[in-house]
Each structure stands twice: as C-alpha cells, then as structure tokens.
Nanobody, 118 residues
Framework: QVQLVESGGGLVQAGGSLRVSCVAS????????MAWYRQAPGKQREWVAT???????NYADSVKGRFIISRDNAENTVYLQMNSLKPEDTAVYSC????????????WGQGTQVTVSS
C-alpha cells in the first residue's frame, strides 16, 4: 500500500527558510512524478511544484525562484526547500505521488503545517 508521510513543517520568520520532506512507501518510487501542494485556511488547495522521474521540475509562479523541489530516490523522499518565506506561504503543505501502476492514481500525505510570521 502506498503511504506518504510529510515532515519538517514549523514556525519560521518572514525571510527565513524551511525544508519539508515527504517519505514514500509502496510501489516503485523512482518511476513516479511527485508534487507539492499547499492549502491555507479558507483557501483552495494550490499546486506548488512538481518533479518528474527524470528530475524535471516545474513551479507555480508564486514560489518560482524561492522554492526548490528535489528528490532522493535512494531514500524514497521528495523535498521542498522553501527560501525567502513570506506570510502568504503559510499553509499545510502536502505531497502527492502520481503513480502510474497498476493504473493511474494519485496518493496524498496528511500534510505538514508551515507558518510564516512577520
């Protein structure tokens, strides 16, 4: 069974940095595209970044140049390095595993809270 567990959230001051992690289990991690999403109170869930199995990355305009998504296949882990954090970045950050086998299906973690104070 596929399982995703996020960690690394916390409270950080505006302008600071934080790295959140997502450890995946089940299936073949290295073949799957991974993504980060976030959801702030009263807001819709927002896509943040993706990284393909080949390491190709894409970012939402709101985080481009500040956030970096990466993966370590040996550790079955995807990371989101968040720099120059703003209060607007405050949200629950969740990772998504886009599995393609045995059929296309997305898996979600429970999320980790990131709070950016001014």
């Amino acid at each position: 069974q596929v399982q995703l567990v996020e960690s690394g959230g916390g409270l950080v001051q505006a302008g600071g940095s934080l790295r959140v992690s997502c450890v995946a289990s089940g299936s073949i991690f290295k073949l799957d595209t991974m993504a980060w999403y976030r959801q702030a109170p009263g807001k819709q869930r927002e896509w943040v970044a993706t990284i393909t199995s080949a390491g190709i990355t894409n970012y939402a305009d709101s985080v481009k140049g500040r956030f970096i998504i990466s993966r370590d296949n040996a550790e079955n882990t995807v990371y989101l390095q968040m720099n120059s954090l703003k209060p607007e970045d405050t949200a629950v950050y969740s990772c998504q595993r886009r599995a393609g086998r045995p059929y296309p299906r997305d898996y979600w973690g429970q999320g980790t809270q990131v709070t950016v104070s001014s």
